[in-house]
Each structure stands twice: as structure tokens, then as C-alpha cells.
């Protein structure tokens, strides 16, 4: 830990740790999430109603009244020469210590009536938190925004000696951006409304090109990569003409880009495929292997669950009977020798047994890339990696994929293979709930489809009772449905069971499939037609879409169903306009938008970052920021881009794009 700043002793230390902060710059950057304007000083008697404001006067009185219930309440009167007011604290009976009868006290806080007098409850007071425009800090036990306020206000200047702004003067005022050591002055002690939006923007600036700097550097490191094997080309007319169907458009033109990469003699491919559910990405994955299995040289395709491993493994059987193919899971290993031209299917646990294939591989493939987490990157920490193609169901918007994809090549399929009816979607009141049970009753009897119902937990969550369990659920359906066979599936349900029940279902002698989101991914059984979502409001709009796309693979009308015990607006809409939406670029634009600066996006993205000030959604800033990173580089062709990185730890040369 690093800190200059005196008085910083040990109990300090490991509060500010419970913070992330460890050092003077995490300090300087843990910014405010809010403010409060108190830089109205006023009379007492002019003070308007439920308004901030900060008033001066003389102590009258001071009490500490107990009541009954054990709370206390702390008051004191101040007085000036135009009239007094109530200030009153609950449950601190150590506060009215501070202050003296007779004294002069500024206090700053929102004024209201309480009992006809007018009070303001608990106000702030003290030099560094009235009178101005005051910030609210992330707080923890004992480290609150008094202290950090505190801490600025005496401090600022001296922490932000050892910074110096890694932009040139010049380029600073040519996009009219405020320095740094200003911004981050203003961002803690803020003068005014318009200074503090001035350094939210700087520092908003500073963020974006941070991630588009770090995008950069990747894309020129990949670069200096040469491909490990020179791959030829060959025809892949004749497995394309053995598809049961046309390749679209979209996968005509993704496979000329993959092909391009795969074939050069210069590049290493690094290249993300992107494309809704069932635009059909496999077959894509499948000419790539081929490609490389004719060349004489290994390919690993890597799924993220055990089921999907399992369906690619059949998939590329059909298409390629005489190839050697592998299976690689936690239950199925390598045999001790493997075909040169070895195609690997396989879920993560092929990391344990990479030393079997690593040196031949010429191709990775990562399905469902969005599902990988840290682990699987090292697959990649490697000086000399394989040709790279990530495959992602989930439509990244145009700013994600700037900021936080640009050191990738981007290929899109973007219409369907065939029309699909879309699926029918309906958010159903709590009340409506044992209607939707009876006509799924009916449904199943009468079509003789079948259905999925989905909940969050395998378990009950302990703090949370309201939040549906798969396995408290299935045994509640069971009841409900007691002349249908149901059976239930979850991420700790042993392997040969998930098969068998699996099978069972593919077979049509199961009607409710009871389970998490580890069906999220991949599963295709046309003949489902219904998902019930359970606690609907506790997935991401993203994954919604993706386990909606679970059913509507067949040539029947699907329906989709969100159960919710949530009545708070903001997820309801966020369901509700699912309801009118079935294109997943859109619905990936919307979950962006209604998340504010800071909330993390997890459910697109494992690890993915979380931006302390600017937004994702700002697009006119991204593209702002692209520019300015563009003419930077024209005019300072040396210039060092690591320098506008900010967290440096966060540079790691490979592979950072699946974290
Ligand atoms: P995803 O992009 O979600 O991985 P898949 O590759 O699993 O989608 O494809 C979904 C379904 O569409 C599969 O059954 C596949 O055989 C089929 N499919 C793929 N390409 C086409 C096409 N060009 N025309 C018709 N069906 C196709
Ligand atoms: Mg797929």
C-alpha cells in the first residue's frame, strides 16, 4: 500500500482496503457518486421550504430527549437575528458533545416542517460540508463522506502533486477539456455546477480512452504475432453443398472473413463472431475445423456447458462421419495420441489436458463466449496463439463494441437462417399465474409439446425466500401438474442423469423440464414450445432473450411467460419490453441504456468492466473519444498510449477480451 497522506495509521488502512483503495491515485479516483448543493447560505427566517440550504447562528439550546423504545433524539435550536430553527438528530446521542450553548455553528441541510416548526433533520455541519456544493462518497463503516471530505479539503493539493496530465497541452484545448489536475480538484471540491460538469466530462474522456488506449495496444500486440502454422486453402464447396440447407447471406460473407484470416500468412485471427440465437454460428465454427483438419493440424472448439459440448460433438459427427472427432469433458478424456488433424470439442476442462493438443493447434474456437470466465483465458496467455474466432450470441452495441471489442475483428450474421414465428411473450400478474398453469395444462395435452420452467437458484437463497428454486419449485409443480411427468435439471445434477433425462425429453416422454439457466445456452428441442421464466426479474434482459430463444425452434407457435414478485417499476418495464421485442441487437441497446454510469453489465459479459463515470451508452462520447485518440496518434506518432491507461495492472497483452 502507498500512501503519502499523513495520519493514514493502520485501522485507516484496512477501512479504506474494505474501499478497493490502496494507494493515493485509488484515492484521488474513488470519485463522489452524488452531491448536494448547499452553497445557498441564508438567513434562518428566508429559508424556503424543502430546499438545501446552509444557515449560521447561535446555539440556544441543546437536548437530548430518550424515548420510550429505547432510540434517542438529539435537538438543538439555532437562532440569527431574523428567526431560529430545530436541528434534530436520531440516535447519536454522542453528537451534541461537539457543540455548546452560545456558540456560532454553520449547519447545512434540507428544510421541512416537524410539528410546525421548521427543522432540518440531520444536517451536515462544519467547514468542509456546508456552504458549497458537497459530494457523497461510497462509504464504509467509520470511513464516511465527512471523512473524505475532510481528506480533500486539506489534502487535494498535495496528492495531486506526483500527477501529471499524460494529454498535451495543446490537444487540451483543441477539444476544450479542463486539465486533469483541475478535474480531479473540481470532482471532490466542486466550485460550482458547471465546473463539476466540466471535470465529470474530463474524467468521463479520460475513462473512454482508457479502454479504447487498452483496445489499441492489444490490437498492435496481436499484430506482431505471426501465425503459428501457414494454413492453405481448400475447397469447402463440398461439405457446404451436404448442409440440409443454403448458408444465408450473412454466413456466406462471415465465412469469406474467417476464411481470410485463416488462410494469411501475415495475421493471426482474432476475430469475433457475433449473432443472435440460432442465426446459425455452428456451421461456421464446423468449416473452420474443417479447414484446419485439411492442413494437417488441430482444431479446439470450446463450449461452455457439458449439454452444448455434447450437441456441437453429434453436430460435427453428422457433417464430418470420417473425421476424427473428440469429445473432451470432465467425464470424457483425450486417448494418449491424437490425429494431427484432430478436431477437440470440448467445455473447460480441456485446460487441464491441453499439453495433449497445445503444440499442433492451429484454431481456438470459444462458443458462447460471453459465458467463459477468467479461467479459460489462459488458453491464450500464450507468446504464439492459435487462430482465435469467438463466437457471442449476445448483440453487442455499437459502443461496446468500440470501447471494449476493438482489438477484436468483428463478424456479424444479421438476419435469421429461416423466418421464425416470433415467440409470444407476456408478463403474468401474480394473480394470473394458475390461468397460465391451466392453460399450459391444456397446451401440453392437446399439442403435445413441451415445456421449459425456468428458475434462478438451484436452492432456496436463505436471504431471500421469494427468489424461486428449481428444486423447491419442481417438487410445488409437481403438485400443480400431478398427471404429467416432470423432471428437474440443474447445474449439480450428476452428468449421466442430465443425459438421460435429457434424452428422455428429446424423446417427448417428459412434458415440464424443470431447471436453472444452464439451459440457457445452445439446447435445441424444436418440439418445446412454452418457458415459463420464474423470478423473472433477477435475469438480465439479455439472458431473458436467451432463454426465451430456447423455445420457437420448431415449425409450432411458442410462447414465453415471466413470473415476477417484483412490483417495482423499473423491472417491469424492463420485462414488459421483452414482451414487444424479439430482436436481441435491440434488446442489448435497451439493457445498456437503462443501466446508469457504474452499474456493472455483468449479465453480457463476465468481468466485464464497470466505468466509474462515463456511460456505455454515450455513444456521441465514444465516437468523440475515437477521434481524438486518431488525431493524437497523427500528430504524436510517438506518443506512448500506455500512458492514458489508468489501471495499469489491467494490461495484460493476450486474451484480455475474454475476461
Ligand atoms: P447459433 O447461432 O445460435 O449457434 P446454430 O448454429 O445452432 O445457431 O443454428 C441454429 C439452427 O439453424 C440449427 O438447427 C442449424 O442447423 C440451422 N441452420 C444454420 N444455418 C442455416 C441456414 N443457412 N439455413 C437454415 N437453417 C440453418
Ligand atoms: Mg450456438
Not at 493514514?8 to 494507494?23: A, H, R
Not at 470519485?31 to 447561535?58: C, W
Not at 479502454?211 to 492453405?232: D, G, R, V
Not at 448458408?247 to 443472435?276: H, P
Request: charged fraction near 20%; include cysteine.
Amino acid at each position: 500500500m502507498s500512501f503519502s497522506l499523513p495520519g493514514i495509521g493502520p485501522k485507516t488502512l484496512t477501512k479504506l482496503k474494505q474501499l478497493n483503495i490502496t494507494s493515493d491515485k485509488e484515492l484521488l479516483y474513488h470519485f463522489p457518486h452524488r452531491y448536494v448543493d448547499f452553497s445557498k447560505s441564508i438567513k434562518i427566517s428566508q429559508a424556503p421550504l424543502e430546499e438545501n440550504v446552509t444557515l449560521s447562528g447561535k446555539i440556544q439550546n441543546i437536548s437530548n430527549i430518550f424515548l420510550k423504545n429505547g432510540k434517542s433524539l438529539q435537538k438543538i435550536i439555532l437562532s440569527d437575528s431574523t428567526g431560529s430553527i430545530d436541528l434534530v438528530w436520531f440516535n447519536q446521542p454522542y453528537l451534541t458533545k461537539n457543540f455548546h450553548e452560545g456558540e456560532f455553528w454553520t449547519f447545512a441541510g434540507t428544510t421541512s416542517l416537524y410539528h410546525g416548526h421548521p427543522t432540518l433533520f440531520s444536517p451536515e455541519y462544519g467547514k468542509f460540508n456546508t456552504g458549497k456544493i458537497i459530494p457523497i462518497y461510497g462509504e464504509t463503516k467509520g470511513l464516511t463522506s465527512r471523512w473524505f471530505r475532510k481528506i480533500f479539503s486539506l489534502h487535494l493539493s498535495s496528492l495531486l502533486k506526483s500527477y501529471t496530465d499524460p494529454l498535451p497541452l495543446n490537444q487540451l484545448t483543441q477539444y476544450k477539456l479542463i486539465p486533469l489536475n483541475k478535474a480531479l480538484t473540481q470532482i471532490h471540491l466542486p466550485q460550482n455546477q458547471n465546473y463539476l460538469e466540466k471535470a465529470r466530462y474530463r474524467l468521463a474522456f479520460d475513462e473512454i480512452n482508457s479502454l479504447l488506449a487498452k483496445s489499441l495496444l492489444q490490437k498492435k500486440s496481436w499484430a506482431n504475432f505471426s501465425p503459428k502454422f501457414i494454413l492453405k486453402n481448400y475447397s469447402t464447396t463440398k461439405l457446404i453443398n451436404s448442409f440440409p440447407f443454403k448458408l444465408t447471406d450473412s454466413q456466406k460473407s462471415a465465412w469469406q472473413e474467417i476464411k481470410t484470416d485463416l488462410i494469411s500468412k501475415k495475421k493471426v485471427m482474432n476475430r469475433l463472431l457475433c449473432g443472435d440465437v440460432a442465426s446459425g454460428k455452428t456451421v461456421l465454427a464446423l468449416l473452420s475445423t474443417y479447414l484446419t483438419s485439411q492442413n494437417q493440424r488441430q482444431s479446439l472448439l470450446l463450449a461452455p456447458t457439458e449439454i452444448l459440448a455434447q450437441q456441437h460433438y453429434a453436430t460435427f459427427k453428422s457433417y464430418l462421419p470420417t473425421f476424427p472427432i473428440y469429445l473432451l469433458t470432465a467425464k470424457n478424456s483425450l486417448p494418449k495420441t491424437l490425429d494431427s488433424t484432430a478436431i477437440i470439442i470440448a467445455t473447460h476442462a480441456a485446460i487441464f489436458q491441453k499439453e495433449k493438443f497445445m503444440d499442433n493447434l492451429a484454431l481456438l474456437i470459444i462458443d458462447e463466449q460471453h459465458k467463459f470466465g477468467v479461467k479459460q483465458r489462459s488458453f491464450l496467455n500464450n507468446k504464439n496463439p492459435p487462430h482465435t474466432l469467438t463466437m457471442t450470441a449476445t448483440p453487442i452495441p455499437r459502443s461496446i463494441s468500440l470501447t471494449l471489442f476493438g482489438n477484436l475483428d468483428l463478424s456479424t450474421l444479421k438476419n435469421l437462417p429461416q423466418k421464425r414465428n416470433p415467440v409470444k411473450t407476456f408478463l403474468v400478474p401474480q394473480n394470473k399465474i394458475s390461468d397460465c398453469y391451466q392453460w399450459l395444462l391444456k397446451e401440453i395435452k392437446q399439442k403435445k409439446t413441451q415445456a421449459f420452467i425456468v428458475c434462478p437458484f438451484i436452492e432456496q437463497s436463505e436471504s431471500n425466500l421469494s427468489i424461486k428454486s428449481a428444486k423447491k419449485e419442481f417438487e410445488h409443480l409437481r403438485q400443480i401438474f400431478p398427471s404429467l411427468k416432470l423432471e428437474l435439471i440443474h447445474g449439480k445434477t450428476k452428468i449421466e442423469t442430465r443425459n438421460k433425462i435429457l434424452d428422455q425429453f428429446k424423446k417427448n416422454k417428459i412434458n415440464i423440464l424443470v431447471t436453472t439457466p444452464i439451459i440457457e445456452v445452445g439446447i435445441d428441442f424444436p418440439n418445446a414450445t412454452t418457458v415459463i421464466i420464474q423470478s423473472a426479474d433477477h435475469f438480465g434482459l439479455s439472458q431473458l432473450h436467451q432463454l426465451r430463444g430456447r423455445v420457437g425452434r420448431g415449425t409450432l407457435q411458442s410462447y414465453c411467460y415471466f413470473f415476477t414478485e417484483s412490483t417495482g417499476e423499473k423491472a417491469l418495464k424492463r420485462l414488459k419490453y421483452l414482451e414487444k421485442t424479439n430482436d436481441g441487437f435491440k434488446i442489448a441497446e435497451f439493457d445498456l441504456k437503462s443501466r446508469g454510469p457504474g452499474e456493472t453489465f455483468s449479465t453480457l459479459q463476465h468481468g466485464f468492466p464497470s466505468l466509474k463515470i462515463a456511460s456505455f451508452s454515450d455513444l456521441k462520447l465514444i465516437e468523440f473519444c475515437q477521434l481524438f485518440l486518431k488525431q493524437l496518434q497523427t500528430d504524436n506518432p510517438h506518443f506512448d498510449l500506455k500512458k492514458l491507461v489508468l489501471n495499469q495492472n489491467s494490461l495484460s497483452l493476450t486474451g484480455k477480451h475474454l475476461n
